[in-house]
């Protein structure tokens, strides 16, 4: 990365600008490659109420009272806060989708009570109160201004902010599809290491991090979902689909890129008292 860039925000943006899609590519593609079905995210909710608790969850749980609230910035499908339900009462959604937002919701009835607010982070956070522990997954690469956004997300909670997101770009797994495809390289940066120096130079302070690896690779290879997916995100016709997932087959180190980081600091002394109910 850039070290003449004076502030580590400043080299974060910079390299996150370097993702974009060339116009020329771009303007082949007959879908968006930056929008995933929201289905996608509810299946990724579902799995993980069906998995054990991921670090995430439980350095989450580890700060949470019984009845306690937890608040959810870019929820998707709820994959980060749902399997706290057990011990939350009160979950409180982000997201800018209302539709990820209306899935979430089915998924947490009879589970915990959930209150939904649509729109982007911080813009949305005058609107949010005040809970117990804040979670963010999955979100830290789309926010180029990542140190104000954890600001914001820090002055909510009352005892912990539990940030993830991949060691690597979540499309870094895809540079050798663009090289092979498109014969356009891509860049390596940034990385959560890199993320950790924004949060701490927003904060003034160190922070807690913890890396660890998703889930084993299907050794059957990827699924169609997962074909279709990979797709969009080069901006390749529908029809090279099945070239595609023979290529895909192929890969054997996907497993490098199931690195994750879970980035944490606490926000009040552990004997603080809970927030109070605030209700649906």
Same mark, same amino acid.
């Given at each position: ?14 390299? %996150? ?19 995933? $079905?929201? &289905? ?5 909710? !579902? ?6 608790? =991921?670090?995430?969850? &439980? ?37 800018? =989708? @209302?539709?990820?937002?209306? &899935?979430?919701?089915? %998924? ?12 982007? +982070?911080?813009?949305? /956070?005058? #609107? ?11 979100? /830290? ?14 002055? @909510? ?22 090289? #092979?495809? +498109? ?17 701490? !130079? ?10 660890? &690896?998703?889930?084993?690779?299907? $050794? ?24 595609? /997932? ?12 199931? @690195? ?21």
């Amino acid at each position: 990365m850039d070290n003449d860039l004076v502030t580590a925000q400043e080299r974060w943006a910079k390299a %996150l600008a370097a993702w974009a899609i060339p116009e020329e590519i771009l303007a082949r593609a007959r879908e968006s490659p930056w929008e995933l $079905p929201p &289905q996608a995210f509810a299946i990724r909710a !579902e799995r993980s109420l069906e998995s054990a608790h =991921s670090p995430t969850h &439980q350095l989450a749980l580890d700060a949470l009272p019984a009845g306690g609230t937890v608040l959810d910035v870019g929820a998707g499908g709820g994959a980060a806060s749902l399997p706290l339900a057990g011990r939350a009462a009160l979950i409180v959604a982000v997201d800018q =989708s @209302q539709e990820m937002l209306d &899935q979430m919701a089915q %998924l947490a009835k009879g589970r915990v009570r959930l209150r939904t607010v649509r729109g982007v +982070w911080p813009e949305v /956070a005058p #609107r949010v109160p005040r809970v117990d522990v804040a979670v963010c997954a999955n979100v /830290a690469y789309n926010v180029a201004g990542l140190g104000d956004f954890v600001l914001a997300l820090g002055a @909510q909670p009352r005892r912990r902010v539990v940030l993830e997101l991949t060691w690597h770009h979540p499309q870094a797994s895809l540079n050798w599809l663009w090289e #092979r495809f +498109w014969g356009l390289g891509r860049p390596e940066s940034p990385t959560a290491a890199d993320a950790v120096a924004v949060v701490e !130079e927003a904060l003034g302070r160190p922070v807690e991090v913890r890396r660890w &690896q998703r889930g084993e690779v299907d $050794p059957a290879g990827p699924g169609p979902e997962e074909v279709a997916w990979v797709r969009r995100r080069l901006c390749l016709d529908p029809s090279r689909e099945p070239e595609l /997932a023979a290529v895909l087959a192929e890969r054997e180190d996907a497993g490098a890129f199931g @690195q994750m980081a879970t980035i944490w600091w606490d926000t009040a002394a552990p004997g603080a008292a809970p927030a109070p109910d605030l209700g649906t």
